[in-house]
């Protein structure tokens, strides 16, 4: 298994990897970079020649050493290897991305634009979980800029960012969502919302279909229609404009009588 990985990734290994995962295993063996080359299968010459080396070390070696890296510190190895490798594919996802955002400019047909502005969207997709916590500000402002663009042009472009949210993250945007139907008031679209939090419009639509679903007086779809115009979430303001009827959610709906009915939770 450690061989066929040696052999596997060392054409991914550049030179500074190898000799960092060599004076590793130096230092595991007793700080002794003789006995480290040994047991790689290597010259001493050849581990000092690195230190003047002008041209990429041979596969070989890499296999070598990437093979006792992996044999006698293999949590360490792939610690490390995993964070270059994800280092090195979040710059490169960083440059395709600038050059399909850098194209997007040099269109002239709306069919053009979004044929390329889909590739951006495809790849920021594909690659969520490189861009998540990294990448997250530099992809948002090119996507802001590529609204901005398709306006300017009189391209309906209406983009599909994806965005990664941990535990932490929902805990934090779902209260701020509700507070703010409750403390603002109606009437909000999902997208006023979401502009105003920072937030996508989807996760928007989702809390608030579920509120929706939740408070509805009447579940049963036939009679609520034939009952009910909505629900509006916020404070209900009666009488006096400055006058509030309840300082928590209030719940509003009308009959088809035109009756208005509130529920109202402290």
């Not at 590739?119 to 997250?136: C, H, S, V």
């Not at 703010?180 to 009437?187: D, H, R």
Request: some cysteine.
């Amino acid at each position: 298994m450690v061989n066929y990985l040696a052999e596997k990734y060392a054409s991914l290994v550049n030179a500074d990897m190898v000799k960092t995962l060599f004076e590793k295993l130096a230092i595991l063996l007793g700080d002794n970079r003789t006995k480290a080359a040994d047991e790689c299968g290597l010259t001493r010459k050849a581990i000092y020649d690195w230190d003047n080396l002008k041209e990429e070390i041979k596969l070989s070696t890499k296999e070598k050493v990437l093979e006792q890296s992996l044999e006698q510190m293999p949590i360490e190895t792939l610690d490390y290897l995993t964070k270059q490798m994800h280092d090195s594919s979040s710059d490169v996802l960083m440059s395709y991305l600038s050059s399909i955002y850098e194209r997007v400019y040099d269109t002239k047909k709306e069919s053009d634009f979004l044929q390329v502005t889909g590739k951006f969207e495809d790849a920021t997709r594909t690659y969520a979980g490189l861009i998540y916590k990294k990448l997250d500000y530099e992809v948002d402002d090119m996507m802001k800029e590529l609204s901005l663009f398709a306006k300017s042009q009189n391209i309906k472009w209406m983009p599909h960012p994806v965005h990664l949210y941990d535990s932490n993250d929902l805990k934090k945007i779902i209260p701020q969502i509700v507070n703010s139907w409750i403390y603002y008031g109606l009437p909000q679209t999902p997208e006023e919302l979401a502009s105003r939090l920072k937030i996508p419009k989807d996760v928007v639509d989702i809390v608030g279909e579920t509120l929706n679903r939740e408070f509805y007086p009447l579940p049963d779809p036939q009679q609520r229609d034939k009952t009910s115009s909505g629900i509006e979430i916020g404070y209900y303001v009666a009488g006096n404009e400055k006058t509030m009827l309840s300082a928590a959610a209030t719940l509003k709906y009308k009959t088809n009588t035109g009756q208005e009915l509130i529920a109202s939770g402290v």
